[in-house]
Nanobody
Framework: QVQLVESGGGLVQAGGSLRLSCAAS????????MGWFRQAPGKEREFVAA????????YYADSVKGRFTISRDNAKNTVYLQMNSLKPEDAAVYYC?????????????????WGQGTQVTVSS
């Protein structure tokens, strides 16, 4: 089993920045790609970004491309999501997910492990 714990959420004004962290523990040897998803009230969970095990490959949703950056530090078993130029529509609960596959994917059904989520609120 893999445990994922997100942190770094909070309240920020539009145009501001936040950095989310996701710390992995447990059977981390089974993890390859990792991703971030988000879910706003009344909406389905949606893909935000994903990163390969090496960190050399990344993939972003069009809505966050150029504003968000995903990265990882395998020595710390942690993946990050740097969010800049935040907009009110970015407000959601953000979830970290881990995938045993080497492919980076945007389909939430392909991910094996999930964190509990961290709330991001953006005031206009």
């Amino acid at each position: 089993q893999v445990q994922l714990v997100e942190s770094g959420g909070g309240l920020v004004q539009a145009g501001g920045s936040l950095r989310l962290s996701c710390a992995a523990s447990g059977s981390i040897f089974s993890i390859n790609a990792m991703g971030w998803f988000r879910q706003a009230p009344g909406k389905e969970r949606e893909f935000v970004a994903a990163i390969s095990w090496s960190g050399r490959s990344t993939y972003y949703a069009d809505s966050v491309k150029g504003r968000f950056t995903i990265s990882r530090d395998n020595a710390k078993n942690t993946v990050y999501l740097q969010m800049n130029s935040l907009k009110p529509e970015d407000a959601a609960v953000y979830y970290c997910a881990a995938d045993s596959s080497v492919a980076i994917r945007d389909d939430m059904n392909e991910y094996d492990y999930w964190g509990q989520g961290t709330q991001v609120t953006v005031s206009s």
